[in-house]
């Protein structure tokens, strides 16, 4: 299947689903903001945060999902553009992370999901919205867990769809577009392989840091195979690549992987 194919189903799983994916933010959020109870504890995930600062980006972007979607925004806009509710300096808690994934879920059930707004993806529609703060959510829990010395778990099917988001919306992340650019690696295939279903993604290196990606069995000049939450882990950098059993170039993948940090 093509990435163009891919974006069909997705737009109509999303159309099917938006209850179930906005249930899955309620309960990621309740999950972090429960973690949340040390805020000087160091992420190792994200150097140079701490647990403060996690809570912080994370009900940050919650503020700007409400504020593109209640007012219809359809330029771009970026979450430091958007009024928090903190002075300056000062940092989230448990309780203000809450208070924003609250009006979050309430902005999220009550807004047509075929509503125009910016997104910084490939939609340009309100329903990019929730798939985009449940994983956020998800990553970023895990950070938490993971500078608490827990062991994270993403169900199968999260990870899947989560693995299928990143590339939805990767070709259209320029900061990432811009590192791959410099890569000189225009061609080269990167194969993703789930050991625990039927998940598989073959990644190609386009030009201008472009990607291209499809479902199904390739070999790829790198391919990673193991569980897909450690896949989807591996991706967004919270798993080295050595935790997983890798064939072919090591070193393309490596290069791959530090170029698409988000």
């Given amino acids: 299947m093509t990435e163009n194919n891919a974006r069909s189903a997705d737009q109509a799983t999303e159309n099917g689903a938006g209850g179930g994916r906005i249930a899955h933010i309620e309960t990621e959020a309740a999950r972090l903001a429960a973690l ?3 805020l000087s504890v160091p992420v190792p995930t994200c150097p140079g945060w701490t647990i403060a600062d996690l809570i912080t980006h994370v009900g940050r972007t919650h503020r700007w999902a409400v504020h593109v979607l209640r007012d219809q925004v359809r330029e771009k806009i970026w979450s430091r553009q958007v009024p928090s509710g903190l002075a300056e300096g000062q940092s989230g808690d448990a309780a ?4 924003g ?3 979050l879920l309430d902005t999220l059930r009550t807004t047509d999901p075929e509503l125009e707004v910016w997104t910084w993806g490939p939609d340009r529609r309100a329903a990019w919205w929730p798939r985009r703060m ?3 959510l998800v990553v970023h829990r895990v950070d938490a867990e993971l500078a608490l010395g827990l062991d994270p778990v993403v169900p199968a099917g999260v990870a899947t769809d989560g693995v299928e988001e990143f590339l939805h919306n990767l070709p259209h992340a320029v ?3 811009r590192s791959l650019a410099g890569l000189g690696m225009e061609g080269a295939t990167i194969h993703l392989h789930a050991s625990d279903g039927e998940g598989e993604w073959t990644i190609t290196q386009g030009p ?3 990607i291209t990606w499809a479902r199904g069995h ?3 000049d790198a391919a990673v195979q193991g569980p897909v939450s450690e896949l989807l882990l591996m991706i967004y950098g919270r798993r080295s690549p050595g935790d997983l059993t890798v064939h072919g170039d090591r070193e393309l993948l490596d290069r ?3 170029a698409v940090d988000f």
Avoid: P, R, S, Y
Avoid at 96 to 99: D, F, I, N, P
């Fill in 101 to 103: 994934a609250a009006e």
């Fill in 96 to 99: 203000w992370l809450m208070e």
């Fill in 36 to 38: 949340a109870g040390d």
């Fill in 218 to 220: 390739a070999k790829g």
């Fill in 256 to 258: 791959w992987l530090a």
């Fill in 208 to 210: 201008t840091g472009k």
């Fill in 175 to 177: 900061w990432v577009t």
């Fill in 134 to 136: 449940h994983f956020e």
